[in-house]
Each structure stands twice: as C-alpha cells, then as structure tokens.
C-alpha cells in the first residue's frame, strides 16, 4: 500500500488520478479507475448539458460506490458552456471532489465549500497554483510540459515544475504529465508529489470508450509522436502527430497565422470522430509525450494493479540496492 497526503483527502487507496479527459471521461472509464482503487473522473463538458451531466454521474454511481470527481474545465471560448450550470449540476448531484482546471477555479470555490466539496486544481505554473491554494483549494495538480492537452507557455517539465510546487505549497500536489508507470510514480513521490494524475496512459485501457484503433495507434508510437499546435497563438496544445496537427503546425510556421487559418482543421468535432470512429487522420486528438510508454491495452485494474505492485518492488528493491 503506498498511503499518502492524496489517498487520505480523496479516501482512495493508491495515489493515482485519472485526469478529466474531453471525449474519453465517460462513466465506464471513471468508474473502472475509481473500482481499481485509483480516483476517476468524469469530464462535465463531454456532456453536450447539465442535465446530461446529473444522469452520467448517476451513471458512474450506479457503477461504483468509491470516491469519484467531476473535471470542470474553464477556457476561453467564442460560445462558452453555462459553466455555472454545470457547476450547480456537480453540487446538486453531490459529487465531493472537483478537478478545475483552465482558468483561476476563484469564482466558483464559494459555491463548493458550500457543498463541502474537495477542489483540486489543475494548472501549469507554480504562480497559478499559490494564487489557487489563496482561494482555498484542497490540493493541487501540476501539470508538466510533457503533458497532453493545454501545458501552458512555460515549457517547464514535470521533473523540475513538481518539486518547485511541492516545495513552494502546504496543500498537497499531484504531479501530472508524463507519468505512466510505476517508474515514473515512484519518480513523482520522490519530488514531493502525493499522486500522480494521468490522462493519456488511462486512455489505453479497455474501458476508455474510444476506438480500437486510437488504442493501437498508441502502442507503437514513440517519444517523437505528439506536436505542439498553438504555440504561436500562446494557447499551446500537445496533441498526437498526425497529418492534420503536422498540416496546424506547418500553417503556424509562416509566423502570421491566425485562429481562422486553422479553425476548421482543428474543430473539436473532428476530434471527436477520430475517437468514435477510429479514423486517425480525421481530426486532432490530444496525447501526451508519456504515449512513448503505452506497450499494451490493460483493463484499469490491471493498470492500477500492476503500477502498485512494481512501484513497491522499485521502492524495496532497486533503491535500497543502490544505498551503499
Ligand atoms: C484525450 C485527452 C483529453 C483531455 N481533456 C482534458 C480536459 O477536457 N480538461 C482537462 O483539464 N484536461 C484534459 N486533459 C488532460 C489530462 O487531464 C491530464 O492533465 C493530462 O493528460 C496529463 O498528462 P499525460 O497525458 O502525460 O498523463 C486531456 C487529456 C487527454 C489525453
């Protein structure tokens, strides 16, 4: 059993969170990593309304009766989500543990504390994540450079940006981005992390309820398969390599490209079809660096199971091996 800070806050038994993941957090994947011990969370935007959202945790509860969290992710957008709606859904729902991420969780932490509920807070920098733990926040994800999706402009990466959050915060941080194995988890404890938060490796897991082919594709990629999109806009995206990212990011090398340029080949719709549908090249999906270390496709269990067990091993063998 490896108990820390996270697993008491959260009840949970091993220090491994499933992060909020657009089009993959269904309740099929969340209830599985919260039945393997670990702590899943659904995603509140994959659900197109509230309502939707109030039925899918009903869902996940029918499924489970572990802790699980609800993902709110708050990002500028042309039409934004009724994100207080939402917000009221998780509460009214009585989910106890949020993960916010996007944007300051500020103007919605009255509304949790109110319904008693664990926030944790997922940014990119150690500025963002004291300004959090100000507002109250009960703990703090730190996602690293490596990570999938919206890594921030800072370029730090989780070896450097985890311990200068450990050190920096009283609430207990999650490291997050690039972590998926025991060797990495045990890499993360060492820097002061209580847990580490993955997405891409959870997507590689039988549950997930995207394609085959999205899993596959993710065995036999390398360290050298994700692009950076966005980075000329400073919204960076770290999504897989593909020939549509690989066409974003020839348009940005111009240097005067704008959203419109790119609009349309990065629509989240496509994305989505990619998932549904398993064509690869349909649109743009998000992966992380940490994709290089997918060898297989276990259930969460498994997964979960099998992090545990070998970090123990790497804990009670290799590191005492190497004390003189
Ligand atoms: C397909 C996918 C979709 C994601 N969507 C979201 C999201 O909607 N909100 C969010 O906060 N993070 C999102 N993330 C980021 C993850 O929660 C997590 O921070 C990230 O995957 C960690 O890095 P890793 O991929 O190296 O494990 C997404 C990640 C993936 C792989």
Request: charged letters at 25%; proline letters at 5%; aromatic letters at 6%.
């Amino acid at each position: 059993m490896l108990k820390t800070r996270i697993t008491d806050l959260f009840g949970i038994e091993h220090p491994v969170i499933q992060g909020g993941m657009q089009w993959v957090g269904y309740a099929e994947l969340v209830s599985a990593v919260s039945n393997a011990g670990a702590l899943g969370i659904l995603t509140a935007l994959t659900q197109p309304t509230p309502e939707d959202l109030v039925k899918e945790i009903e869902r996940t509860r029918g499924m489970t009766d572990k802790p699980f969290g609800v993902n709110l992710t708050v990002l500028p957008t042309i039409n934004p989500p009724p994100y207080e709606e939402y917000a009221q859904a998780i509460v009214g729902s009585g989910v106890k543990i949020v993960e916010t991420a996007g944007r300051s969780p500020e103007p919605f932490m009255e509304l949790f504390k109110e319904y008693d509920v664990k926030v944790i807070h997922k940014c990119t920098s150690v500025r963002h994540a004291l300004k959090a733990q100000s507002v109250g926040v009960s703990a703090i994800t730190i996602d690293g450079f490596e990570c999938a999706g919206h890594p921030g402009e800072d370029d730090i990466p989780s070896l450097v940006l985890l311990p200068q959050a450990a050190e920096a915060l009283d609430v207990p941080v999650a490291g997050c981005g690039g972590f998926s194995d025991a060797k990495s988890m045990v890499a993360a404890l060492a820097l002061g992390g209580e847990a580490i938060v993955m997405g891409t490796r959870f997507m590689a897991t039988k549950e997930a309820g995207i394609h085959q082919n999205v899993k596959d594709k993710m065995t036999e990629a390398d360290e050298l398969s994700t692009n950076l999109m966005f980075r000329t806009m400073h919204n960076t995206a770290r999504v897989f390599k593909n020939s549509v990212s690989d066409q974003v990011v020839d348009i940005e090398s111009t240097g005067t490209a704008s959203f419109e340029d790119v609009k349309d080949l990065v629509a989240g719709q496509r994305g989505r079809v990619v998932f549904e549908e398993g064509d690869l090249e349909h649109g743009i999906w998000s992966a992380g660096i940490s994709v290089a270390r997918v060898k297989d496709v276990p259930t969460c269990k498994e997964m979960v199971s099998r992090l545990v067990s070998e970090a123990e091993e790497i804990i009670d063998g290799r590191l005492q091996s190497v004390k003189a």
